[in-house]
């Protein structure tokens, strides 16, 4: 669709949710909503709840530009529901946006592609899990590292476990790949420059993705020319094996003999100051407002 018939669509900006990614949600949601304004397009900010459908309803949207993290908006629960409305929306399908926040699922599809990711298995509340330490222990389906641990020592193990039990659903243990931390951005299939992430102390946890100024991030991450074109690969790979559309964020550690692991997939990857996706976009020239034009255009218009 062309853009000027694109700037006479009612577009929502939903944002916000009710997952505990909320309130980095509605960042990212008041940030592509100034975008889109500057952009000349017709945008309203939505707040997700539970009474979303009532009010997408009322709201009388044409396109849904989703701006959600984490649980009941990443996992294709709204795109379930626009697609039940026939609201075309921003970003992957409901399979694929659900299989890539069950990260344990994902690890299983990934693998069946040949898709190069850590070892792990999914705690089942008794056994302790048998996978030689160091691990990471992680909810399975949460965001933005929130409650993931990495455990060294078996005396930790347990702790790490019921602490990622508190956030609901399956508990995923993956082995602890020592290594350089990467992510690479995909917009339509398209990969941008590769980015280094170097927490300045611990992992590239919560805090460190969010708190300004407690990570440095290097893009294009300075890698050589093969080893940059093997990570690239093993991360359109996810993407394809997940059947992801749109843009998404491919999350890589790259142990010491420069073999890349693909961690997980974001659907829907943050788009605050702080986030690394715009900071792909701009390495090849593309101003902010600009990234949010190219996702918008990629909505499935014609879907509906």
Do not use: W
């Not at 939505?46 to 996992?75: M, N, P, Q, T």
């Not at 440095?216 to 300075?222: E, Q, W």
């Amino acid at each position: 669709m062309k853009i000027s018939q694109l700037k006479k669509k009612r577009i929502g900006v939903l944002m916000g949710g009710i997952s505990e990614e909320r309130e980095i949600s509605l960042k990212t949601g008041k940030a592509i909503l100034d975008a889109l304004k500057a952009k000349g397009y017709k945008a309203i900010p939505i707040d997700v709840g539970r009474d979303l459908g009532r009010v997408l309803k009322s709201k009388k949207i044409d396109v849904a530009f989703l701006a959600l993290h984490g649980r009941y908006g990443e996992d294709g629960c709204v795109q379930g529901l626009l697609e039940v409305m026939g609201i075309p929306y921003t970003g992957s399908g409901v399979k694929a946006s659900a299989m890539a926040m069950d990260k344990a699922t994902a690890k299983k599809v990934m693998l069946h592609h040949g898709v190069s990711t850590p070892a792990s298995t999914v705690y089942d509340g008794k056994r302790a899990p048998r996978i030689k330490l160091p691990v990471v222990v992680k909810p399975a389906s949460q965001g933005s590292a929130i409650g993931v641990s990495i455990v060294k020592k078996a005396a930790g193990l347990k702790k790490a476990l019921a602490y990622a039990e508190g956030f609901g659903g399956k508990v995923l243990v993956e082995k602890f790949v020592e290594g350089r931390e990467l992510t690479v951005a995909i917009l339509d299939g398209r990969v941008l420059p590769t980015i280094e992430i170097r927490p300045k102390k611990g992992f590239y946890d919560f805090n460190a993705k969010y708190t300004r100024g407690m990570t440095d991030f290097i893009v294009p991450a300075p890698l050589s020319k093969s080893v940059d074109r093997k990570v690239a690969k093993e991360a359109v790979a996810a993407y394809a094996a997940l059947g992801c559309s749109g843009a998404a964020r491919v999350d890589v550690i790259l142990d010491g003999k420069g073999i890349p692991y693909v961690l997980e997939v974001n659907t829907i990857p943050g788009m605050t100051s702080l986030s690394l996706f715009p900071r792909a976009a701009a390495a090849v020239g593309m101003d902010y407002p600009a990234v949010v034009e190219e996702m918008l255009k990629g909505a499935g218009l014609d879907k509906f």
